[in-house]
């Protein structure tokens, strides 16, 4: 795909040349076509539905193959442009790009529906704490909106599953793997401004709950002294221990690192939901999906 900046004042379109341009894509002459992609391409998502409604109307499978490249070029500049953007202005929020890589894998993406489905939760889990709870309850409320009202849980066999990872499956279904479920919780957790965040631990992804006796900070500003318990997102948010971190990668022999215990930031956690996507997409030999991916992993440098 060809990776493109889409120019803002094309906000200010002329429809008519569009549609032009949109009728002209069977041109046999491949520079001449390859002109016209570009333009089209520059419109930027406003020519989504205009490619779409051509698309439904064609029947010769070049134009139909050439219409629905352009159309995923302009989704992943445009997902690109947005995680550029969240990334800039210092990636507060983990819900918003979590629901822009969750659209670019899947075309008609309810993104407005899905964010009020998240904040339905969030709203549940609000409504049942309160200031003098202590760390342990506030989990307890947590899990029991999260676990037993809206009935998550740990998808059994979600190896090599792309739709574990998205967002809209994982709310339609009630199941994600460890990423995914750890994902949504957190977002849930952060909302209602409990200090939980993310850990890099290998091959599973957990969550830890500091001390909440002090004002929240950034992540890499906590430190080992300051953690109070952890949490397993995929086993009903179960507490354990440092130890048994240690314990685990003890097991799958790996050397113990400051980052498998301590939370990490946003970007981590977003870098980490890539790459694992770009994993099965590879697995799965869709060598140009997980090119996509790679493209969308450099708008967090």
Do not use: C
């Amino acid at each position: 795909m060809e990776f493109v900046v889409f120019d803002t004042a094309m906000s200010q379109f002329d429809s008519k040349e569009l549609e032009a341009l949109i009728r002209m894509l069977d041109e046999p002459d491949d520079a001449v076509f390859k002109h016209i992609r570009s333009k089209v391409i520059e419109y930027g998502p406003v020519a989504i539905p205009f490619l779409e409604e051509s698309w439904m109307q064609l029947t010769e499978e070049k134009e139909i193959a050439r219409i629905e490249e352009m159309m995923g070029s302009i989704r992943l500049n445009d997902t690109y442009d947005k995680l550029r953007k969240w990334t800039d202005e210092g990636g507060a929020s983990l819900l918003e790009p979590y629901l822009l890589i969750s659209g670019f894998h899947e075309p008609g993406f309810n993104t407005e529906g899905h964010k009020k489905s998240v904040e339905k939760i969030t709203k549940d889990v609000w409504l049942e704490m309160n200031d003098s709870l202590t760390a342990l309850e506030k989990i307890r409320v947590v899990n029991h909106v999260f676990y037993d009202v809206y009935g998550f849980k740990g998808l059994s066999n979600h190896a090599n599953k792309l739709t574990s990872y998205v967002l809209s499956n994982v709310l339609r279904t009630r199941k994600g793997n460890p990423l995914s479920l750890g994902l949504l919780y957190l977002i849930v957790t952060q909302s209602v401004q409990l200090p939980v965040f993310g850990v890099n631990l290998p091959t599973h992804f957990i969550l830890v709950y500091m001390d909440d006796f002090i004002s929240l900070k950034p992540a890499k500003e906590y430190s080992r002294e300051e953690v109070l318990f952890y949490l397993n997102p995929f086993n009903k948010g179960t507490l354990f221990r440092s130890s048994e971190i240690a314990l685990f990668l003890k097991q799958i022999k790996i050397k113990e690192s400051p980052e498998f215990f301590l939370p990490g930031d946003n970007f981590a956690i977003i870098r980490r939901l890539l790459e694992e996507m770009i994993v099965v997409h590879l697995e799965n030999k869709n060598q140009d999906k997980a090119k996509d991916l790679q493209y969308l992993l450099s708008a967090l440098d």
